[in-house]
């Protein structure tokens, strides 16, 4: 895990990243801190506790430093307690990588509200709460206090499944479908204030979430058929991309969508057809 291309670039800057706790948001907090960031671990509940804190001592051990902090990134008043535990721990923040996601899945017709709502709440909400936090905290402080050129930088990890239409999990990909629209949105609004909001897509990535797709040797090369660059991504390729959204390297970059995918998004199935 974690990702040295950056190092130094975000020394002296805090970075919170929601569902730290595993898979593409452990990366990229680990890589956050590779870069010199202070990172914030969000995890959910008392159940990813253990491994959250085993994240903070990867990163501690690697010469990092992290905290974890607690919150349902889709209920208003614990999201404002974790961001009062990290300004309450080291007065500022520079960082959010709002990345806390997951998937209910089930063909339309048997789809209930309960796994409607609750995909909508963790994805598009809680990334809505998170990012209305963060700039409120970046508005309050202004510019980047010298370590920084941007007030504040928010990097939200979108899907592929904001574009690409998936049967059997239109909550998901309504919920992406509102990510980027949020991003987007929030980039007009905050870019005056020297914000930048930019969000990143990840294709097939290697992680608990889509187990089922790459876990056997058949699944993942049914898999593959879709990826035209012939490999499942892996969680530093997208970590790589978050801390370049959050350094000055990408200082003029602003509500844009850097696509991590392989070539996922690029209509593979009309290689050789249409
Ligand atoms: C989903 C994964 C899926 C990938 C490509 C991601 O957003 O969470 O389950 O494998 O998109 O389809």
Redesign the pocket.
């Known amino acids: 895990m974690g990702s040295r291309t950056a190092a130094g670039a975000l020394a002296g800057q805090v970075a919170l990243v929601t569902g730290a706790t595993r898979g593409i948001g452990a990366a990229c907090a680990a890589a956050l801190a590779g870069a010199g960031a202070r990172v914030a671990l969000n995890h959910r509940d008392a159940a990813a506790e253990a491994e959250t804190a085993a994240v903070a001592r990867r990163i501690a051990g690697d010469g990092g430093e992290a905290m974890p902090v607690r919150a349902d990134v889709s209920d208003e008043a614990e999201v404002r307690s974790m961001f009062d535990a990290v300004l309450g721990r080291w007065g500022r923040l520079d960082i959010l990588v709002a990345n806390a996601?997951i998937?209910r899945d089930a063909p339309l017709h048997e789809m209930s509200l309960a796994d409607w709502n609750r995909v909508i709440a963790v994805n598009l909400t809680g990334c809505f709460l998170c990012c209305r936090e963060a700039a409120r905290e970046f508005l309050r402080r202004g510019a980047g206090g010298g370590v920084s050129r941007a007030a504040g930088k928010i990097v939200c990890i979108s899907?592929?499944?904001e574009t690409?239409p998936?049967a059997g999990h239109a909550n998901?990909a309504a919920s992406?479908g509102g990510v980027a629209m949020l991003v987007a949105t929030m980039a007009q609004e905050l870019a005056a204030h020297q914000v930048r909001v930019n969000r990143v897509a990840?294709?097939?990535?290697r992680t608990a979430?889509?187990r089922d797709?790459w876990r056997t040797p058949e699944a993942e090369a049914r898999l593959l058929e879709?990826i035209p660059y012939g490999r499942v991504g892996e969680v530093d390729d997208v970590a790589r991309a978050v801390v370049w959204l959050a350094s000055d390297a990408s200082d003029y970059v602003n509500g844009a969508c850097l696509v991590v995918d392989g070539g996922?998004s690029l209509f593979p199935a009309f290689r050789g057809n249409g």
């Open positions: 996601g998937q899907s592929v499944h690409i998936w998901y992406k990840p294709g097939a990535i979430i889509n797709a879709l996922m």
